[in-house]
């Protein structure tokens, strides 16, 4: 019996393209400002008969979300290095998790007659995205330690070819 060749060395994966990337980032800007015009002018969460009154304890703090990963997307479009994204990464999920948080504490949702069944399932729902976004937090943290430590490009250089100098 012959020996199999040993596994390839393990590389970080490629960024895609400048240009993809812009286009993914500028994406998220239109995204996150399409749900701010649904969510204050039109309709409006009033428009929405499962929300309830106690949205207006949260709307804030949403409004807050969708602004700031605008604003850091249109960062990106700009300039993304490697600890910038991470950065920015961590900074979004953060307000994404206290916005999780306070949706769950208020919970603001009219989910009809015979509710129980949905509204545990939503309160889960909620509350595993809240774990979830917190893993998030620590892993954009630890990659922009990385990033930091391993410099432009990671250890093997530059992860794309626009990314190289010229």
């Not at 596994?7 to 749900?35: K, Q, T, W």
């Not at 953060?94 to 948080?101: F, K, Q, R």
């Not at 729902?125 to 979830?132: D, H, I, Q, Y």
């Amino acid at each position: 019996m012959g020996s199999a060749a040993p596994p390839p060395p393990l590389r970080p994966p490629r960024r895609p393209s400048r240009n993809a990337r812009r286009a993914g980032y500028l994406l998220a800007v239109a995204i996150n400002l399409g749900l701010l015009w649904l969510v204050n002018v039109a309709p409006g969460w009033e428009a929405w008969p499962f929300l309830t009154a106690d949205f207006a304890r949260v709307v804030g703090f949403v409004n807050v979300s969708l602004l700031v990963g605008a604003a850091v997307n249109l960062g990106y479009v700009v300039a993304d290095p490697e600890w910038a994204k991470r950065l920015g990464d961590a900074v979004t999920a953060a307000i994404a998790l206290g916005v999780l948080l306070q949706v769950l504490t208020v919970f603001p949702f009219d989910l009809g007659p015979d509710r129980s069944g949905w509204e545990t399932a939503l309160r889960t729902v909620l509350a595993l995205a809240s774990v979830g976004t917190a893993i998030g937090i620590i892993a954009s943290l630890a990659q922009l330690l990385r990033s930091i430590i391993d410099g432009p490009g990671g250890p093997d250089g530059p992860a794309t070819d626009d990314e190289r100098p010229t």
